[in-house]
């Protein structure tokens, strides 16, 4: 159940970290990480490194 809801936020937002998306769906970073393995392995969701603010970032996406 909380796949279609983290697929609907990166539709509406557009790329997110995980970070990102567990602040705005009020879920903890782990539950959006599981999640996030769980559409990469159904190759819904790709992830890329992004730099911000120095740091690497994971993005991630939906698969059009």
């Not at 970073?29 to 690497?56: F, M, T, W, Y």
């Amino acid at each position: 159940m909380p796949k279609w809801r983290l697929m609907f936020l990166l539709q509406e937002k557009g790329p997110l970290s995980a970070y990102q998306a567990a602040k705005e769906l009020k879920w903890s970073p782990g539950k959006v990480h599981g999640v996030i393995r769980a559409l990469q392995r159904s190759e819904a969701v790709k992830c890329k490194l992004k730099v911000v603010n120095g740091r690497a970032v994971k993005m991630m996406e939906l698969v059009r």
